[in-house]
Structure formats: C-alpha cells, structure tokens
C-alpha cells in the first residue's frame, strides 16, 4: 500500500502577485500520515492559505476547509512549517491544497 500526500497549488490566488513573482519553493516536506486515518483507511484534503516572510520561511498559516474536520490538520501544520522558499519575495495569502490519499 502506497500513501501520497499530494500538494497542489490552488487556481485561484487571492495574492496579489503573479506565478512568476511568487516565492519559489526549495524544500516542502509532505505531511505525515496520521496512525488513525492510516489504520482506518481514512483519507483527506486541507485548504488553507499561508504566507512567506523574506528569509523564504511560512510566517502565517490559515486552514480554510479540512475533511474529515480536523483530523489532518496537525500533520499539514507541522509539514508546513518546515517548508522553505527562496529568499527576498515575500508573499502573502498564497493558496494551496493537500490531499492525502491511500493507494494499493
């Protein structure tokens, strides 16, 4: 069995920069799957919109829909706050979406 987390970039950017001015990513972990929804073969999405300070860390993080509620939440919580970008474009409320799906 096979377990992906999938980070997407949402289409609808409610930033006011464009693609190309937006902060490259240069190290994003992917979300741990939590044992409960491992064992019990639940899987899931988080929405949320984050922000990067000049020195490429996630300053901010807004969970805006989650399913199941809550139960992955502190997986992409902590996944995110590792994440890093590059340098000297900070941005704000740049939208992303996680699924985590199981696979055989």
């Given at each position: 069995?096979?377990?992906?987390?999938?980070?997407?970039?949402?289409?609808?950017?409610?930033?006011?920069?464009?693609?190309?001015?937006?902060?490259?990513?240069?190290?994003?972990?992917?979300?741990?799957?939590?044992?409960?929804?491992?064992?019990?073969?639940?899987?899931?999405?988080?929405?949320?919109?984050?922000?990067?300070?000049?020195?490429?860390?996630?300053?901010?993080?807004?969970?805006?829909?989650?399913?199941?509620?809550?139960?992955?939440?502190?997986?992409?919580?902590?996944?995110?706050s590792k994440w890093r970008?590059?340098?000297?474009?900070?941005?704000?409320?740049?939208?992303?979406?996680?699924?985590?799906?199981?696979?055989?």
């Amino acid at each position: 069995m096979l377990i992906l987390a999938v980070l997407t970039v949402s289409a609808c950017s409610t930033s006011s920069l464009s693609k190309t001015e937006q902060p490259k990513p240069l190290h994003q972990d992917r979300p741990a799957y939590p044992y409960y929804a491992l064992k019990n073969r639940i899987e899931g999405m988080v929405k949320f919109n984050f922000d990067v300070d000049a020195e490429g860390r996630v300053s901010q993080m807004r969970i805006i829909e989650s399913t199941p509620d809550h139960l992955f939440d502190n997986a992409v919580i902590t996944a995110v706050s590792k994440w890093r970008f590059e340098k000297g474009k900070p941005a704000n409320n740049l939208p992303m979406t996680v699924k985590l799906k199981m696979q055989k």
